[in-house]
């Protein structure tokens, strides 16, 4: 869970935001054994979720008249920190109907203490793989079966660059990551820029959660989807040459004398928010920057004032000779928790690709790659739907699925002890292996 709701998360005070006990649901929540219960018409369905404010309400929006021609009651309702708090429900026997949860070991856990109920039979699974981004329904499948609905995504494999700047230099998008490295050596070469790269993973208390995006999109893009896959449960250990790999792409991009504004030793001070503000300067500090989608609500308020003029995004780019175009992202799932009929009419209407239609905020992008391109506001928003539809395959931010103490943990550490010079690589990779729990 990372990008804006991680952050709002860590800063929050207590534990729920607009929730009161007329949201609260009071049945018990249902296993895939039990059947479902009452009727629709006339029900009342509780939501919660941890979505940005806008995107809550635009999905709201969408979904009131289907939930009005139903006869149903929708009650939504916005929790800080939703993870920890819908565990803490269902040892109390006390959760919603519904609950967005944006990580996928999250989804499992629920799975495994038979909280949650299979929609396999409750969504058309099949309509789903025709619409949908491939890989967003397999990362809330749990042994074979469909248990987290990808409601609203995001996607990160993306490079910011200031577009006066670089349409003056007639610089053009790189189309495989040698290309990449070629694009660096050429700013560098010709000093449009102080240098060609920005890079800042400082985040307060999750400070080295960008290292892990750079980590992240290199691994798919070494070791495609199989790869990554078994890199993210461990089957691949960190200590592997294909993770070896992904840090000498990082470490050369990085540590190059002369490739990042500040140098290596300016990275893990430097804030994500405002690491990439220098491209706009009137002689640019960079022309790279590589940040998920919501980095446009950090950019400077004139920056923000005309997006399209001011700035340029592309796909970060596969490697040399590779036909697969991976994406990494991540995203809220919609899990069933009360098997009733009223709440399994609601998860349809979820399926549904124009419930999105209004929820038009920065960070939310619908996960059905055909979904109507011209409702997102602004050719940037376009820019980064079409690039992310133009996907092979949309896979889970990796950190988000690994157990905390790795993901949220060592993985955040070591890589930041890393990057400062604390440790070499070895014993930064060694040490996130050991960090693994036994079981």
Same mark, same amino acid.
């Given at each position: 869970m990372?990008?804006?709701s991680l952050f ?18 009071? &049945?018990?929540s249902? #296993?895939?054994n039990?059947?479902?219960?009452g009727q629709v ?7 919660w ?5 806008p995107?809550?309400?635009g999905?709201?929006a969408?979904?009131a ?7 149903v ?6 929790v800080?920190? @939703? ?10 026997n ?8 944006p990580?996928? &070991?999250?989804?499992?856990d629920?799975?495994n203490?038979? +909280?949650a109920?299979a929609?396999?039979d409750? $969504? ?5 793989? #025709?619409?949908?981004?491939?890989g967003t329904l397999?990362?809330?499948t ?13 996607? +990160?494999?993306?490079?910011w660059?200031?577009?006066k700047?670089?349409?003056?230099a ?5 189309t ?11 700013i +560098?070469?010709?000093k ?10 400082e985040?307060?208390?999750?400070? &080295? ?5 750079w ?9 495609g989807p ?9 089957d691949t ?8 790999? *992904? ?10 004398n002369g490739?990042?504004? &500040?140098?290596? +030793?300016? @990275?893990? #001070?430097?804030?994500f ?12 500090g960079?022309m ?7 980095i446009?609500t950090?950019?400077p308020?004139?920056?923000?004032a005309?997006?399209q003029q001011?700035v340029?995004?592309?796909y970060?780019p596969?490697?040399a000779?590779s036909?697969?175009k991976?994406?990494l992202?991540g ?5 069933l ?8 009419e ?8 124009? $419930?999105g239609?209004? *929820?038009m905020g920065?960070?939310?992008? #619908?996960?059905h ?10 050719q940037i ?11 092979s @395959?949309?896979?889970f931010?990796?950190?988000?699925q ?6 949220a943990?060592?993985?955040w550490?070591?890589?930041t002890?890393w990057i400062t ?10 040490n996130?292996?050991?960090s693994?729990?036994?079981?």
């Amino acid at each position: 869970m990372r990008g804006p709701s991680l952050f709002k998360a860590l800063a929050a005070v207590g534990v729920a935001t607009l929730l009161t006990s007329a949201c609260l649901s009071s &049945g018990s929540s249902s #296993s895939d054994n039990d059947a479902p219960s009452g009727q629709v018409k006339g029900s009342t369905v509780t939501i919660w979720t941890s979505l940005d404010l806008p995107v809550m309400q635009g999905l709201q929006a969408g979904m009131a008249p289907k939930a009005q021609a139903a006869g149903v009651t929708v009650k939504w309702s916005r929790v800080d920190n @939703i993870n920890q708090i819908i565990m803490t429900k269902i040892q109390a026997n006390d959760t919603p109907d519904i609950a967005f949860i944006p990580q996928p &070991g999250v989804v499992a856990d629920i799975v495994n203490r038979k +909280k949650a109920t299979a929609l396999d039979d409750v $969504v058309d699974v099949n309509a789903l793989k #025709s619409s949908m981004l491939p890989g967003t329904l397999e990362a809330g499948t749990v042994n074979d079966k469909l248990y987290g609905l990808l409601v609203s995504a995001n996607t +990160k494999s993306f490079v910011w660059y200031p577009k006066k700047a670089w349409d003056a230099a007639q610089y053009t998008p790189p189309t495989t990551l040698e290309d990449l490295n070629a694009l660096t050596e050429k700013i +560098k070469a010709d000093k449009t820029a102080t240098a060609p790269w920005c890079l800042g993973i400082e985040s307060s208390a999750a400070t &080295g959660w960008p290292a892990t995006d750079w980590f992240e999109d290199l691994v798919m893009r070494y070791g495609g989807p199989d790869g990554y896959n078994g890199w993210v449960k461990h089957d691949t250990k960190f200590d592997s040459p294909l993770v070896h790999q *992904a840090a000498d792409e990082f470490q050369k991009i990085a540590f190059t004398n002369g490739n990042v504004l &500040g140098g290596r +030793k300016s @990275i893990a #001070s430097n804030n994500f928010g405002t690491a990439g503000n220098p491209m706009f300067d009137a002689k640019p500090g960079c022309m790279l920057y590589k940040q998920g989608s919501f980095i446009t609500t950090f950019f400077p308020k004139n920056v923000q004032a005309n997006l399209q003029q001011n700035v340029g995004v592309f796909y970060f780019p596969p490697k040399a000779g590779s036909e697969e175009k991976p994406i990494l992202g991540g995203g809220d799932m919609a899990v069933l928790l009360h098997n009733t009929a009223g709440a399994r009419e609601v998860m349809k209407m979820l399926s549904d690709k124009s $419930v999105g239609e209004k *929820a038009m905020g920065t960070s939310f992008l #619908s996960p059905h790659k055909d979904f109507d391109i011209n409702l997102y506001q602004g050719q940037i928003a376009q820019q980064v739907a079409r690039l992310s539809y133009a996907a092979s @395959i949309f896979l889970f931010d990796g950190s988000d699925q690994m157990p905390g103490a790795v993901g949220a943990g060592t993985f955040w550490k070591d890589m930041t002890s890393w990057i400062t010079g604390q440790e070499d690589l070895n014993t930064a990779l060694k040490n996130i292996d050991a960090s693994w729990p036994a079981s």
